[in-house]
Each structure stands twice: as structure tokens, then as C-alpha cells.
């Protein structure tokens, strides 16, 4: 009886990026195949060592890693194209999540495409497809926004642009604002806008509030604000 083949996909090659999403809080959800090409690239690039440390330890991994965040992302990217252009493998992860959104990784890979060096993904976890996925609000077309400017100015300017948008509206937000930011939904989408705000996505305090605008606004206002966010807002005239 021949033994069955290797998986390929499992072992990194040289010269190559590989773009790993990490759990954004469930350790559960980390992939066989991340699991194995962390465990066997020459080098990891990680938004924070400590952050990414912990997580490899927890994993029974020992790597090499070096910083590459916002601060130093232009110069790092290069160096490390560089690295890959002379052989070796390198993975690039974020603190959760999947790199390159809304996490550092865009530049690298912009680095690597131009030098035409193989850029492979190694999906998984992302905080915006798991609410998507939960919160029964349109899926059909759907604008990724990001994190939306810290200024109340520029956040207003961004909820009247899209006022009568046709898909739904995805963001991330902090916990700093997103009473505030809750608030403003209400005062000019209107307190019948249907959204979801979902705190802290695989992690012990999940929770996610779905309704009319004014309704989720004063839920939360009775509740803890600690943690990460994702907003959904739907179509002006969706009704759940």
C-alpha cells in the first residue's frame, strides 16, 4: 500500500510572502495550514512581537520574528521583499485577523507584486466576514470602509455621502467612539436605519445588537464598551 502524498500547501517554498490570517480571539480558529507554514517559514513579519509571540508560544512554535507595522511599514516592506527576492519564505500576520485589512500587509504585498515575487494567502479569521456572515443584514454587495476618521466632522460627512447607499455599509470602530458614533447613525441616517454592532466576535463576551438604530444607540448606553467593533448599517429602506 502506497503511504498517501505530502501536503503540498503545508510547506512553505522559498522565495515566496505568505499572507496568514490569525484568530481575532478564538485560538480554536486557527487553521491546520496556518498552523503549519508559521511553523515552518524562515521568517515571520508581525504587526506586534509580543502579540504574535504569545500567540506562537500558545501554538508550541518558535520563530523568528521581526516588527512590521504602521510606523515602519515602507521601509520594512522593502526590506523584506528584498529577503524573499533572495530566497527566503516569509509570513506576514497581524495581531487578529487577516493582514492587509485594515492591518498592515497592503505595502508589502505591493512590494512583492512589483518585483513579481509569488504572494500566496493562507486564509481564515476576519472579524467583517464573521459578522457578515451572523448578522442577517444583505450580503449581496456590501462597501468595507475600514476604520472611519477619528474627527465627529469627517464621520457625519461619511454617513451623508452615503445616506441613500444601496448595499450595506461595513466599518470597524473603537471603543472610544462608538457610543458617539451609534449616536450620529441615529441623528442622520435616521432612528429606523437597521444595524448591527457586534462587540468582541469569537471571544467569552460576543455580543452582537441588531435592530433599529435608536433601539441598538440606547442598548448601548447600559452596556460595557470595552473591546473591538464592527458596525453593519443596512440599505435605507431594508426591513429585517
Same mark, same amino acid.
Given at each position: 500500500?502506497?503511504?498517501?502524498?505530502?501536503?503540498?500547501?503545508?510547506?512553505?517554498?522559498?522565495?515566496?510572502?505568505?499572507?496568514?490570517?490569525?484568530?481575532?480571539?478564538?485560538?480554536?480558529?486557527?487553521?491546520?495550514?496556518?498552523?503549519?507554514?508559521?511553523?515552518?517559514?524562515?521568517?515571520?513579519?508581525?504587526?506586534?512581537?509580543?502579540?504574535?509571540?504569545?500567540?506562537?508560544?500558545?501554538?508550541?512554535?518558535?520563530?523568528? @520574528?521581526?516588527? +512590521? #507595522? /504602521?510606523?515602519?511599514? &515602507?521601509? *520594512?516592506?522593502?526590506?523584506?521583499?528584498?529577503? %524573499?527576492?533572495?530566497?527566503?519564505?516569509?509570513?506576514?500576520?497581524?495581531?487578529?485577523?487577516?493582514?492587509?485589512?485594515?492591518?498592515?500587509?497592503?505595502?508589502?504585498?505591493?512590494?512583492?507584486?512589483?518585483?513579481?515575487?509569488?504572494?500566496?494567502?493562507?486564509?481564515?479569521?476576519?472579524?467583517?466576514?464573521?459578522?457578515?456572515?451572523?448578522?442577517?443584514?444583505?450580503?449581496?454587495?456590501?462597501?468595507?470602509?475600514?476604520?472611519?476618521?477619528?474627527?465627529?466632522?469627517?464621520?457625519?460627512?461619511? @454617513?451623508?455621502? +452615503? #445616506? /441613500?447607499?444601496?448595499? &450595506?455599509? *461595513?466599518?470597524?470602530?473603537?471603543?472610544?467612539? %462608538?457610543?458617539?458614533?451609534?449616536?450620529?447613525?441615529?441623528?442622520?441616517?435616521?432612528?429606523?436605519?437597521?444595524?448591527?454592532?457586534?462587540?468582541?466576535?469569537?471571544?467569552?463576551?460576543?455580543?452582537?445588537?441588531?435592530?433599529?438604530?435608536?433601539?441598538?444607540?440606547?442598548?448601548?448606553?447600559?452596556?460595557?464598551?470595552?473591546?473591538?467593533?464592527?458596525?453593519?448599517?443596512?440599505?435605507?429602506?431594508?426591513?429585517?
Amino acid at each position: 500500500m502506497t503511504a498517501p502524498a505530502a501536503n503540498a500547501s503545508l510547506t512553505p517554498l522559498p522565495g515566496h510572502l505568505y499572507v496568514v490570517a490569525t484568530p481575532i480571539g478564538n485560538l480554536a480558529d486557527i487553521t491546520e495550514r496556518a498552523r503549519a507554514i508559521l511553523g515552518a517559514v524562515d521568517l515571520i513579519a508581525c504587526e506586534d512581537t509580543r502579540t504574535t509571540g504569545n500567540l506562537l508560544h500558545r501554538l508550541g512554535l518558535h520563530k523568528e @520574528l521581526t516588527a +512590521y #507595522h /504602521d510606523h515602519n511599514e &515602507t521601509e *520594512a516592506a522593502d526590506q523584506l521583499a528584498e529577503l %524573499i527576492a533572495r530566497g527566503r519564505s516569509v509570513a506576514v500576520v497581524s495581531d487578529a485577523g487577516t493582514p492587509a485589512l485594515s492591518d498592515p500587509g497592503f505595502r508589502l504585498v505591493r512590494a512583492c507584486r512589483r518585483r513579481g515575487l509569488p504572494v500566496v494567502p493562507v486564509p481564515g479569521a476576519n472579524a467583517l466576514a464573521a459578522v457578515l456572515s451572523a448578522a442577517g443584514l444583505p450580503t449581496n454587495g456590501f462597501l468595507f470602509v475600514g476604520f472611519l476618521p477619528a474627527k465627529s466632522a469627517a464621520r457625519i460627512a461619511f @454617513l451623508r455621502q +452615503y #445616506h /441613500d447607499f444601496d448595499y &450595506t455599509l *461595513a466599518l470597524y470602530e473603537s471603543c472610544h467612539r %462608538i457610543d458617539k458614533f451609534a449616536a450620529e447613525i441615529v441623528e442622520f441616517l435616521g432612528p429606523d436605519r437597521v444595524v448591527c454592532i457586534a462587540k468582541e466576535v469569537t471571544k467569552l463576551h460576543e455580543t452582537f445588537w441588531i435592530g433599529l438604530s435608536a433601539e441598538v444607540a440606547a442598548q448601548l448606553a447600559q452596556a460595557s464598551l470595552k473591546g473591538e467593533f464592527t458596525v453593519l448599517i443596512a440599505p435605507k429602506n431594508f426591513t429585517p
